[in-house]
């Protein structure tokens, strides 16, 4: 009779987790988003005792296509960071380890170059490469550079926690890559700015920052590029994403649907539709038409 009811509860964790019991009962997870079931409006741990987990889990995006998954996690008791990918093959999602954490790693919009602040890698046939530089115009020992995001067209936003704690950016023009300058205040304001995420098409940045109007600790936030190319003011996300505790490291999924961003020590994701109802918003406090 107990292993008849075991075999039902088996059964029925299977079923409300979208995950399935292969040999040795080992979980094999199945499904997109790595079987989770998307949230709506209002925000939730993401992929709970696999990727939140009580360690420290943090910096989650996907690949391009959506069919890797990859996160940086610090032991509890190691105290090491590890990049990790969950990669989906023959519709399961398997875990591996790509390497020691180097800043905070996000994949560049194709998905063929892994920065990792002043430091990137290059997908080849193999996996990733060795770590390389950037060059010397961010590799410098008197610049903290914890992300680099980049757009489709190359441009770079990056913080740098070493000069006040501001974000940057670098466009690349003509086939040159520009010198990283400071973003104007409607960027850089507050006690500190940080972990800057630019959309591929380069409409919207998100970051997070401490200001005094926020809701605690820090905040994320978003600017929309006006038309004459100049960044709107900064419009807080708000009680469904912001609370009294810190929130940081915004993301969009490629396809576009989902907000990811950290909370304490966990994932959080939220569905993304709400980003487009802030443009009447920041219509509105900018003047334009």
């Not at 519709?91 to 194709?110: A, F, H, K, M």
């Not at 080849?124 to 770590?131: P, R």
């Amino acid at each position: 009779m107990k292993q008849k009811f075991s075999l039902i509860s088996l059964l029925f964790l299977s079923l409300i987790s979208n995950k399935s019991f292969g040999q040795n009962d080992s979980v094999v997870i199945k499904g997109a988003y790595l079987g989770q079931q998307p949230p709506g409006s209002n925000a939730k741990v993401f992929a709970p005792g696999i990727v939140s987990t009580e360690h420290r889990d943090f910096s989650g995006f996907f690949s391009p296509d959506m069919q890797e998954f990859y996160f940086t996690r610090k032991d509890n008791e190691t105290k090491e960071w590890t990049l990790i990918m969950y990669k989906n093959e023959n519709n399961q999602w398997r875990e591996s380890t790509v390497g020691p954490r180097i800043g905070r790693p996000i994949l560049s919009p194709d998905g063929n170059t892994m920065h990792l602040g002043k430091h990137y890698m290059e997908r080849t046939e193999k996996g990733w490469s060795d770590v390389k530089s950037l060059g010397p115009m961010f590799d410098r020992e008197d610049w903290g550079i914890m992300r680099l995001s980049a757009s489709e067209n190359g441009t770079y936003v990056l913080d740098d926690y070493k000069n006040g704690d501001v974000i940057r950016i670098s466009t690349f023009e003509n086939g040159k890559r520009q010198p990283p300058q400071k973003m104007p205040p409607t960027i850089n304001t507050g006690k500190y700015s940080a972990h800057p995420f630019i959309s591929p098409d380069e409409t919207y940045l998100i970051w997070d920052a401490e200001r005094k109007e926020g809701y605690g600790e820090s905040d994320l936030y978003i600017s929309f590029r006006q038309k004459d190319g100049t960044w709107g003011k900064a419009i807080n996300l708000g009680d469904k994403v912001n609370t009294e505790s810190g929130e940081a490291g915004g993301y969009i999924t490629p396809d576009g649907k989902y907000l990811f961003f950290n909370r304490h020590h966990d994932m959080y994701w939220i569905d993304a539709k709400f980003i487009e109802d802030l443009r009447p918003k920041f219509d509105e406090l900018s003047g334009s038409k």
